[in-house]
């Protein structure tokens, strides 16, 4: 298992790119199910998380060609499978994500139920229930949620809680069914939204993304696209931490800042001198941050997917930040970790307190999940000394190059091979 060696201490400065966002592209290779036609795809980042969904859609018979520049082409014209197997599911929940389409075009799916994941228990009941109120035959087993139906026609659907990949399953499910869909309670989120784009050139016809009502009227078929994945907000926002935490002066370039208003916010509040400028963002940090408290919400409230890193930067702020993470139950894995590194972190429930300490000092920390181990990136680039993280595979899953980017930002940080000692 590969580690990441960082001797902290070291103000980032220069420009680094920002990449297209995870989060959208991963429902948006899934959507190429819906249609035989292909779809064109720009900006697809190059993580673990790509290769595995692309490898899923492999194994159903979608032939792709993932060339340079991060542009990848799909054509699901020679489906031959409709089950994505554990093997393939079992390190990645958003694998759920094929459940929908395959349902919607070829009227049946057996998909391995996601694995238990770190942050929490995450079931996939509502994406059953909403394609159940669809028409599906829908049912457990043995560890495979098992679908049927001849064409799904379309429901009121209102979820129990606000679900990112259930409404997007449940709208690309949609697109194809008989009749008027209508979410309500759906996910506002950017790429709740950069998916309903990419299916409206498809031929969907989708109204209302980016609210809590989306309204879907299904169409015969759907047919070729192309599309470019909106940036990533959650890798922008993580830099800005890095920074924030070490000093420096960065540029971020290809961001989109309109998606990323609550992360902005809370930076400034921690006394990050933040600049929009078209696509560009710049962001000085010049003094010790200010403790900045937050609660995790929904999109457009601060993203749980951001919760660790902005933890960390409060780890060596000024005054004590009062955490609440809304979202999942099992989120503060990191909290131990960074307290080996000389953070005061008390977690109760739901609630973190974190006061704030002049200086962490490396030591060797173990990542749990991608934003934990993001979190302890930037706490080892800020402390004092050398930082091991171990089982950067997290970190991999989501972030493209991360060391890399980092060191044109100046820092000294590289990869252990994971037969390094
Ligand atoms: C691939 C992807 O886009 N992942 C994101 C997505 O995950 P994901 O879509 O899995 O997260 P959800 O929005 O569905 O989860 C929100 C909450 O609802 C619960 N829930 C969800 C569905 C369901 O059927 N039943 C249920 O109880 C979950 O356990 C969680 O407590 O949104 C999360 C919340 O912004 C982010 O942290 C993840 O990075
Ligand atoms: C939790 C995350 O991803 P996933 O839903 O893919 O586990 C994340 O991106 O922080």
Do not use: W
């Amino acid at each position: 298992m590969d580690k990441l060696l960082i001797r902290g201490g070291r103000p980032l400065h220069g420009e680094v790119a920002i990449s297209g966002a995870k989060n959208a592209a991963l429902p948006i290779l899934c959507a190429g199910l819906l249609t035989s036609d292909t779809l064109v795809l720009d900006n697809v980042p190059e993580l673990r998380d790509i290769g595995t969904t692309l490898r899923l859609l492999e194994r159903l018979g979608v032939a792709y060609r993932n060339g340079r520049g991060r542009h990848v082409e799909l054509a699901a014209s020679q489906v031959s499978s409709v089950e994505a197997p554990y093997e393939l599911v079992k390190t990645m929940r958003a694998s759920i994500l094929v459940l929908g389409p395959l349902l919607a075009r070829f009227g049946e799916a057996r998909v391995s139920l996601p694995g238990g994941c770190a942050i929490g228990q995450r079931p996939v009941d509502q994406h059953i229930r909403g394609l159940a109120a669809m028409g599906a035959e829908i049912r457990i087993e043995r560890g495979y949620v098992v679908a049927r139906a001849k064409r799904l026609k379309g429901a009121t659907i209102r979820t129990d809680m606000v679900t990112v990949t259930g409404t997007e399953n449940l709208m690309m499910a949609a697109t194809l069914a008989e009749g008027r869909t209508i979410l309500e309670n759906a996910a506002r989120e950017p790429e709740v939204v950069d998916l309903a784009e990419l299916l409206i050139k498809m031929g969907a016809r989708i109204q209302g993304h980016g609210t809590d009502r989306i309204v879907i009227d299904g169409v015969e078929r759907l047919h070729g696209a192309e599309h470019r994945i909106v940036p990533d907000r959650i890798e922008a926002g993580t830099f800005l931490c890095a920074v924030g935490a070490t000093g420096g002066e960065i540029v971020l370039r290809d961001t989109a800042a309109h998606t990323m208003g609550a992360i902005l916010d809370k930076l400034r509040e921690a006394g990050v001198h933040i600049e929009e400028d078209g696509s560009l963002i710049r962001a000085r940090m010049i003094a010790r941050p200010r403790a900045t408290g937050f609660r995790t919400q929904e999109y457009p409230g601060f993203p749980t997917d951001m919760q660790a890193q902005l933890m960390a930067l409060n780890t060596i702020a000024e005054g004590t930040a009062v955490i609440v993470e809304t979202i999942f139950e099992n989120r503060y894995m990191h909290a131990p970790e960074l307290s080996r590194m000389g953070a005061h972190i008390e977690v109760e429930g739901d609630t973190a307190v974190v006061t704030g300490v002049p200086a962490l000092s490396g030591a060797a920390v173990m990542a749990t999940d991608l934003r934990a181990s993001a979190s302890l990136v930037i706490a080892g680039l800020a402390a004092e000394g050398e930082t091991c993280v171990d089982r950067i595979y997290h970190l991999d899953r989501g972030y493209e190059r991360m060391e890399e980017k980092l060191r044109t930002l100046g820092a000294d940080i590289q990869r252990l091979p994971g037969n390094a000692s």
